[in-house]
């Protein structure tokens, strides 16, 4: 019976060490992917990211993705042609559609923060203004020499 149960917990940690190993081998792959949704739903503040996208910084997001595409396309060349839902793709095309989907990812992340569906797990500090000092401050205590002659320096 004593060898029976030495059998039974070296059968259920084997059991358990293949469980784990198929369970890393499932979630290893998809982890990029689960950073890549983590940083824009709860390390970027989408209420100011939102106001500089549409003061023209949309334009800057264009260009960064289309440089996505093309050094990943360069550094990662196809091998072959892509089979993409059955069309048959090159390698520039079969990386944009990836960016692309990469970048609508981010704006659902963006839609479900500005909705408020994740508030209660994060919170952005509002930052502080601080004045502008251009060097002449009309209250440090002397004239700023205003009205005097240039040449009594």
Not at 126 to 141: F, M, S
């Amino acid at each position: 019976m004593h060898n029976s149960l030495s059998e039974a917990i070296a059968n259920l940690a084997s059991s358990v060490v293949d469980l784990l190993t198929a369970v890393f081998g499932l979630v290893v792959p998809w982890t990029p992917l689960a950073a890549w949704i983590a940083f824009w739903l709860f390390a970027v503040n989408w209420v100011t990211l939102r106001e500089t996208l549409s003061k023209g910084g949309w334009i800057a997001l264009v260009l960064i993705g289309a440089i996505m595409v093309l050094v990943w396309g360069s550094i990662a060349p196809d091998q072959g042609t892509f089979d993409f839902y059955g069309l048959k793709v090159s390698n520039f095309v079969e990386k944009a559609v990836y960016v692309s989907g990469l970048i609508v990812i981010m704006f659902l992340a963006g839609a479900l923060q500005l909705s408020g569906c994740c508030s209660k797990c994060m919170q952005f500090e509002e930052p502080v203004q601080i004045a502008e000092h251009h060097g002449r401050d009309a209250g440090h205590g002397h004239d700023s020499g205003h009205g005097h002659d240039a040449g009594h320096h």
